[in-house]
């Protein structure tokens, strides 16, 4: 577990590299920067609502930002893949971004559900 970086740190850092995504987007014309704004706006809120849920008033309501954040994430997925496959963005450059986006989104299906057990 030496790898270990807590879910409010990894939020952060993803949110960092959509912001530079989508800085990279906005210099494309067209539908690019449509899509970057899509992408930001979800990209980022995966960890504001992350860090939001350190400040839940109870644990129905800790669940409640976490299920947000997961939304959010599998959001940033879909763009992800929708800038992928229509080959707006090289998959070497935007793959990372994905696998990532996925791994969040792991991360937040089993918290969500080890929570929902309890």
Do not use: H
């Amino acid at each position: 577990m030496a790898n270990y970086t807590p879910i409010t740190e990894r939020t952060k850092k993803f949110a960092i590299r959509v912001i530079k995504a989508c800085s990279f987007l906005d210099d494309k014309p067209g539908v690019c920067r449509t899509l970057s704004r899509q992408l930001l706006r979800s990209g980022t809120s995966v960890g504001a609502n992350v860090r939001e849920a350190q400040s839940a008033q109870s644990d129905k309501d800790f669940l409640s930002k976490l299920e947000i954040a997961l939304k959010e994430a599998r959001e940033t997925e879909y763009w992800l893949e929708i800038l992928i496959e229509s080959g707006m963005v090289k998959l070497n450059k935007f793959q990372p971004l994905l696998t990532e986006a996925s791994e969040i989104v792991g991360i937040l299906v089993a918290s969500t559900r080890k929570l929902k057990q309890k």
